[in-house]
């Protein structure tokens, strides 16, 4: 696989491509429905709602931090995740302009 050359592509495609890489795992997508659903959750609970190991949760929510759509608060001994609105916002609008834009032509075939 070759080197991606980032600088050819405008910031929007490089931050769209990295936010679809980290959402592109099924319970990436299954502990951010959960979180925007319940508005909070203790990391250990995602465990039985994802049904994944601890350790793999874990490793799951550190990609969605590093994106910046979730935040972590300490809450006595357990982490309390939420999903950040700022960010996911941000992340919402950059894929409605993506896919928000209208097709030249519907009749043309490729």
């Known amino acids: 696989m070759g080197v991606t050359k980032s600088e050819l592509f405008t910031k929007e495609q490089n931050e769209l491509a990295s936010i679809a890489k980290v959402l592109g795992?099924?319970?990436?997508i299954a502990i951010l429905q959960h979180l925007l659903k319940v508005n909070k959750c203790i990391c250990g609970h995602l465990v039985d709602v994802v049904g994944l190991s601890q350790p793999t949760i874990s490793q799951h929510l550190k990609e969605l931090k590093s994106i910046g759509l979730i935040k972590g608060s300490v809450d006595?001994?357990?982490?309390?995740?939420?999903?950040?609105?700022?960010?996911?916002?941000?992340?919402?609008?950059l894929f409605?302009?993506?896919?928000g834009k209208k097709l030249v032509s519907s009749r043309k075939t490729c």
């Open 76 to 93: 006595g001994t357990s982490i309390c995740y939420c999903v950040d609105p700022k960010t996911y916002r941000y992340i919402k609008s």
């Open 96 to 99: 409605n302009d993506l896919f």
């Open 25 to 28: 795992n099924p319970a990436r």
